[in-house]
């Protein structure tokens, strides 16, 4: 009589279940590692791509989570060649979540220092929030993002003696936007958007600081083609001031991973948030910010200004966090 080993037995040993689950779980990681890879694809090819990949790309760095997921049961699974997939996209994720664009600061003396504050008040609602914190902070520059017909009267009515110079575009719903500021302004050029984009040119010690409320639509399904393009005009303004003293903020609907955004720090602007160490914190949603989210709200700022603290406050209202930067202007040399 003859005895076969059942540890032995290879079939014994890797059952018919146990093929299959390892299949399924190497199906799965193939999954996600698929879906991780389009958009870091499109990251790489710098490109934003077409729907979902525009909205993804937003979360760039939580795309950790999946491909950390996608090793796991490709470890359990086996499955050799999902775990060199998976440790690739993992490097690659790890190279694009550095910061982008220009560091460094200005050679030239400083001539005036001051506070920009960026807000988002989501059509109007969180106005009163917002007149709190300009009260408490007391910034000198403030750009305003849908800010309709009665936040633009609320904010005439109690920072108007504060600050008495504006430029608005007025409009209902998300359409109207404001800025506010401490120093003479000139009115200047808005650029063109579904959305109110005002611009202004203020007297900063003598200085003129050319300023630009930016405000392009989200890249909503069937929308992406409207925000690329408006994104662009923002990208032509800024390469248009190459020269000038530029302050461009707001509501960008856009973050570095966005391939529309890097075009306008390639024109020469920098972002004060990198600048301050906190190139990476969410400011949208609100309401899962900082743990989950995305920096769309942004300051960006030409070669002559250095930037100190950057902060993002939360405002009762709007799904956005409101940023306030110290910044500094220096003569140019």
């Given amino acids: ?9 290879p079939d014994v040993r890797t059952g018919p279940e146990t093929r299959g689950g390892r299949r399924i779980g190497a199906w799965f990681a193939g999954l996600l590692f698929a879906g991780v890879s389009t958009v870091v694809g499109c990251r790489v090819a710098d490109v934003d791509g077409i729907t979902p990949v525009p909205q993804l790309l937003a979360f760039l760095p939580w795309l950790l989570a999946p491909t950390g997921v996608g090793l796991v049961f490709s470890l359990l699974g086996r499955w050799w060649t999902g775990l060199v997939w998976g440790v690739a996209l993992l490097g690659l994720l790890a190279w694009f979540i550095e910061p982008y664009g220009r560091s460094g600061q200005p050679d030239g003396p400083a001539v005036a220092s001051l506070d920009v504050l960026t807000s988002n008040v989501e059509f109007g609602q969180a106005t009163g929030a917002l007149i709190d914190t300009v009260r408490r902070q007391k910034p000198d520059l403030v750009f305003v993002q ?25 409009g209902g719903g998300s359409a109207g936007s404001v800025i506010l500021s401490r120093f003479p302004l000139k009115a200047a050029a808005p650029v ?7 611009g202004a040119v203020a007297e900063v010690r003598g200085h003129d600081v050319r300023l630009q409320l930016a405000h392009p639509m989200p890249p909503l399904p069937g929308q992406v083609d409207v925000w690329r393009r408006e994104l662009g005009a923002l990208r032509d ?3 248009g001031q190459r020269d000038a003293s530029v302050i461009l903020a707001g509501d960008f609907n856009a973050s570095q991973d966005h391939a529309a955004f890097r075009r306008i720090l390639d024109a020469g602007l920098r972002d004060a948030a990198r600048l301050a160490g ?10 899962t910010a900082p743990a989950l989210g995305a920096q769309i709200d942004h300051v960006l700022l030409s070669a002559d ?14 799904d956005h966090r409101a940023l306030l930067v110290e910044i500094t202007l220096h003569d140019r040399e």
């Fill in 1 to 9: 009589m003859t005895y076969q080993s059942i540890t032995g037995d």
């Fill in 146 to 170: 849908e800010c309709e017909y009665m936040c633009d009267a609320e904010l005439k009515r109690t920072l108007g003696g504060d600050y008495p110079y504006r430029q608005a575009v007025a």
């Fill in 192 to 198: 063109p958007g579904t959305m109110g984009m005002p």
């Fill in 237 to 239: 303004f800024a390469a």
């Fill in 278 to 287: 906190s190139d990476r914190t969410p400011s949208w949603p609100a309401r």
């Fill in 305 to 318: 200004f250095s930037a100190g603290e950057a902060r993002f406050l939360d405002l009762a209202g709007t």
